[in-house]
T-cell receptor
Framework: DAGVIQSPRHEVTEMGQEVTLRCKPISGHNSLFWYRQTMMRGLELLIYFNNNVPIDDSGMPEDRFSAKMPNASFSTLKIQPSEPRDSAVYFC????????????FGPGTRLLVL | AQSVTQLGSHVSVSEGALVLLRCNYSSSVPPYLFWYVQYPNQGLQLLLKYTTGATLVKGINGFEAEFKKSETSFHLTKPSAHMSDAAEYFCAVSDASGYSTLTFGKGTMLLVSP
């Protein structure tokens, strides 16, 4: 299995621009998670999908952030407009449901907003 | 609400010495507990997890952890550190009664000196 795939791996953009991060979960997994990792705040859960439906988006920082999962094999996290404080590593993870199931993480997208 | 506390943002050991990384959790329901490792510029990888049954859990790379309900702890140990163990380690708790969202600790960076 290829594991969780994220693209791009690195993104440098200017403040005000739209940024779209992409994730392909492991085939057969029905839960998908978006996390943000920074030095100051550590690892934060942004949003969680189950069977393509957003279950918990309480971690999404503000209206500039949006996430979609149009089908079981693809999800996007969009930031519009981007700000320097959005600079972080964004991880996507997937699991096969329920609390005891392991979450498998992608390699992350390192975002720098200038 | 769940929370995880990892004591010590950095732990330094010599190669061959015992590794002990501390994790305490709070949870209103029986928890599932996880340790993840993150190598530089990579995503998180599962080391081990506790769901039910035996409280001493063995994981990859010689690591193990013991679930102590009375102490609400899940400390990670390894008898003899290796240079390749240098990485950041995250403890996480999941709500066993619901969906598989994880609450992570802030992480502990393990430094191994020759």
């Amino acid at each position: 299995d290829a594991g969780v795939i994220q693209s791009p791996r690195h993104e440098v953009t200017e403040m005000g621009q739209e940024v779209t991060l992409r994730c392909k979960p492991i085939s057969g997994h029905n839960s998908l998670f978006w996390y943000r990792q920074t030095m100051m705040r550590g690892l934060e859960l942004l949003i969680y999908f189950n069977n393509n439906v957003p279950i918990d988006d309480s971690g999404m920082p503000e209206d500039r952030f949006s996430a979609k999962m149009p089908n079981a094999s693809f999800s996007t996290l969009k930031i519009q407009p981007s700000e320097p404080r959005d600079s972080a590593v964004y991880f996507c993870a997937s699991s096969s449901d329920r609390g005891q199931e392991t979450q498998y993480f992608g390699p992350g997208t390192r975002l720098l907003v200038l | 609400a769940q929370s995880v506390t990892q004591l010590g943002s950095h732990v330094s050991v010599s190669e061959g010495a015992l590794v002990l990384l501390r994790c305490n959790y709070s949870s209103s329901v029986p928890p599932y507990l996880f340790w993840y490792v993150q190598y530089p510029n990579q995503g998180l990888q599962l080391l081990l997890k506790y769901t039910t049954g035996a409280t001493l859990v063995k994981g990859i790379n010689g690591f193990e952890a013991e679930f102590k309900k009375s102490e609400t702890s899940f400390h990670l140990t390894k008898p003899s550190a290796h240079m390749s163990d240098a990485a950041e380690y995250f403890c996480a708790v999941s709500d066993a009664s619901g969906y598989s969202t994880l609450t992570f600790g802030k992480g502990t960076m393990l430094l191994v000196s020759p």
